[in-house]
């Protein structure tokens, strides 16, 4: 029986890869995360084609156990690292002595979770790991023409151009692409970006956006990639 779907104002989700070569384990996680509409998730039952996956597609975040059937999952998570992924990887395991826990950290794991866990627990910490994540320079996403790096408040142009962003343009930009094609209302940017700031009004946010825009647009006057729709704004791919 599916879950029913646990709604967010998030339309462009994180994909999460769970890797376990316990059936009913990998089946329970990838429908229970599957449940948040935050998440896409992709489950293996083996480290081959965890790294597969890992090389070809777009993965944010890996759980990856440790006793699977072709190569221990540590070994596999230095092995992604070693191939360049620089995702969070959470190592699940049912060993809790603190070698176990310090090699897997070592492999390059972020994080280290022992079985039996409250799946409460995991999300709570995938959802740690994610924030982390987009706060660090490793931090990589596609917006319009440019590569944005939230951890380094830049974006980069395909010819190798760099925009400088500061702190508001860069918490803007990173809520509206994890909103995609969705409609942002000014109220909810302001909420999300500046928090409840009673000193602080819609045109503080619409000042924002025009600075943005003179940054990021070809022709700021008729805007192709931060648009206003609605209320509210979004980016267009």
């Known amino acids: 029986m599916s879950l029913p779907k646990v ?23 990838t429908e229970q995360i599957d449940a948040y509409d935050e998440f896409s998730v992709i489950g293996e039952a083996n480290a081959t084609a965890a790294m597969a996956r890992v090389a070809e597609e777009r993965i944010d975040l890996v759980v990856m156990d440790v006793g699977l059937p072709d190569m221990d999952g540590r070994e596999a998570v230095r092995l992604m690292r070693r191939n360049g992924y620089r995702g969070p990887i959470i190592v699940l395991t049912a060993q809790e002595s603190d070698d176990d826990m310090v090699e897997g950290l070592e492999a390059g794991a972020n994080d280290y979770v022992v079985k039996p866990f409250k799946f409460a627990v995991l999300l709570a910490r995938i959802r740690v790991q994610l924030r982390q994540h987009e706060a660090s320079e490793d931090a990589v996403f596609r917006i319009g023409p440019y590569t944005f790096r939230p951890g380094a408040k830049l974006l980069v142009g395909e010819r190798g151009s760099k925009l400088k962003l500061t702190e508001k343009e860069t918490a803007i930009l990173r809520y509206l692409y994890r909103a995609g094609r969705e409609v942002v209302g000014r109220d909810t940017l302001l909420a999300e970006v500046w928090g409840y700031n009673a000193h602080v009004t819609t045109h503080t946010l619409e000042t924002h956006i025009y600075r943005l825009r003179q940054k990021i647009e070809p022709n700021p006057a008729t805007a192709a990639i931060l648009v206003t729709e609605g209320g509210g704004y979004k980016l267009l791919p």
């Open 7 to 29: 709604t967010s104002s998030m339309s462009n989700p994180y994909c999460l890869l769970v890797c376990d070569d316990d059936d009913a384990l990998r089946e329970a996680l």
